[in-house]
């Protein structure tokens, strides 16, 4: 039986794990009850060796991160949890690289999903929210990672085919993070109307220069907006909603960056220089709240009569 993935929504997201000596030393702290664990990859004979010795009975119940590998090396494990099997691993994987290790790994509690984590040391981990956050920010601290909401927001906007007739694009790593970090920041009631209308957009267009990504959303080939949607209470036609001052991992200068709305819809993040492209912990360090002199909050906000 196939268990459950995570709803990325209800998830903390942990970036920065990038050694699997220092992941699985902690992960007791993150996940003391733990009873499954299911690693999927093409580990060295010394890790299977480990995972062998902890193999249980059942069958490879988690999602699928790889299809299909040439050659056929990738093979998946079914193992039981521990705080032996996860000090195992650490001292284990001191002599291995990443790739050596696994490339997806997934923890859960019976059938329940507690961690789920694709690309294994390049992605952000999810951790589900019914593990509290002390005990997440306590296994982030010990490895030197960072917490953070995981966002709500898609990734992807529309289908090739759209993408290519109209310029669209997907978002890089780090474009994705920021958005995700700066719609996080927003007042419950904003945050929800922004991540409703950006989940209904399906194309976004990255200008030349790549300091500024738009989005829209096409109906029958032609712009829909959002006039079935609910809609940001605006005072003025256009606003900024949030700018922040953010730290990327292994660029020495913060990157700025803003995210604003026109006639009711959220429509641009720009950035004050070109984000890269590679994956990234990102980290907010300042914020200015714009849309407190622009929006209006609370019972007003609601769909534009």
């Given at each position: 039986?196939?268990?459950?993935?995570l709803?990325?929504?209800?998830?903390?997201?942990?970036?920065g794990?990038?050694?699997?000596?220092?992941?699985?030393?902690?992960?007791s702290?993150?996940?003391?009850d733990?009873?499954?664990?299911?690693l999927?990859?093409?580990?060295?004979?010394?890790?299977e060796?480990?995972?062998?010795?902890?193999a249980?009975?059942?069958?490879?119940?988690?999602?699928?991160?790889?299809?299909?590998?040439?050659?056929?090396?990738n093979?998946?494990?079914?193992v039981?949890?521990?705080?032996?099997?996860?000090a195992?691993?650490?001292e284990?994987?001191s002599?291995?690289a990443?790739?050596?290790?696994?490339?997806?790994?997934h923890?859960?509690?019976?059938?329940?999903?507690?961690?789920?984590?694709?690309?294994?040391?390049?992605?952000?981990?999810?951790?589900s929210k019914s593990?509290?956050?002390?005990r997440v920010q306590?296994?982030?601290?010990?490895i030197?990672?960072?917490?953070?909401?995981?966002?709500?927001?898609?990734?992807?906007?529309?289908?090739?085919?759209?993408?290519?007739?109209?310029?669209?694009?997907?978002?890089?790593?780090?474009?994705?993070?920021?958005l995700?970090?700066?719609?996080?920041?927003?007042?419950?009631?904003?945050?929800?109307?922004?991540?409703?209308?950006?989940?209904?957009?399906?194309l976004?267009?990255?200008?030349?220069?790549?300091?500024?990504?738009?989005?829209y959303?096409?109906?029958?080939?032609?712009?829909?907006?959002?006039?079935?949607?609910?809609?940001?209470?605006?005072?003025?036609?256009e606003?900024?909603?949030?700018?922040?001052t953010?730290?990327?991992?292994?660029?020495?200068?913060?990157?700025h960056?803003?995210?604003?709305a026109?006639?009711?819809?959220?429509?641009?993040?720009?950035?004050?220089?070109?984000?890269?492209?590679?994956?990234?912990?990102?980290?907010?360090?300042?914020?200015?709240?714009?849309?407190?002199?622009?929006?209006?909050?609370?019972?007003?906000?609601?769909?534009?009569?």
């Open positions: 039986m196939s268990h459950g993935m709803d990325e929504s209800q998830c903390w997201r942990v970036s794990v990038r050694t699997a000596k220092n992941f699985f030393r902690a992960l702290i993150l996940v003391p733990a009873t499954h664990m299911f999927e990859g093409s580990p060295d004979p010394d890790i060796t480990v995972l062998t010795d902890a249980d009975e059942a069958d490879y119940a988690a999602p699928v991160g790889t299809i299909w590998s040439w050659p056929a090396k093979r998946r494990f079914s039981r949890a521990s705080p032996e099997l996860f195992r691993l650490s284990a994987s002599n291995h990443e790739p050596e290790i696994c490339d997806h790994v923890l859960y509690r019976d059938q329940e999903a507690l961690v789920q984590w694709f690309d294994a040391f390049l992605e952000p981990l999810l951790v593990v509290a956050r002390e306590q296994f982030a601290s010990a030197g990672a960072t917490l953070s909401e995981a966002c709500a927001v898609k990734r992807q906007f529309g289908g090739p085919v759209r993408r290519l007739l109209r310029g669209g694009t997907t978002l890089s790593d780090t474009e994705h993070a920021v995700c970090s700066l719609v996080n920041t927003l007042p419950p009631d904003l945050r929800t109307i922004v991540t409703t209308q950006f989940n209904s957009y399906n976004v267009q990255r200008e030349i220069d790549s300091r500024a990504l738009n989005f959303r096409f109906k029958n080939g032609s712009p829909a907006f959002t006039d079935d949607l609910p809609q940001l209470h605006m005072k003025t036609e606003s900024p909603l949030i700018r922040a953010l730290s990327v991992e292994g660029e020495p200068e913060p990157l960056a803003v995210l604003a026109v006639r009711g819809r959220v429509f641009c993040v720009s950035f004050s220089r070109a984000p890269s492209g590679a994956a990234r912990s990102v980290r907010i360090l300042e914020t200015e709240q714009s849309w407190r002199s622009s929006i209006v909050v609370g019972p007003s906000v609601g769909r534009v009569e």
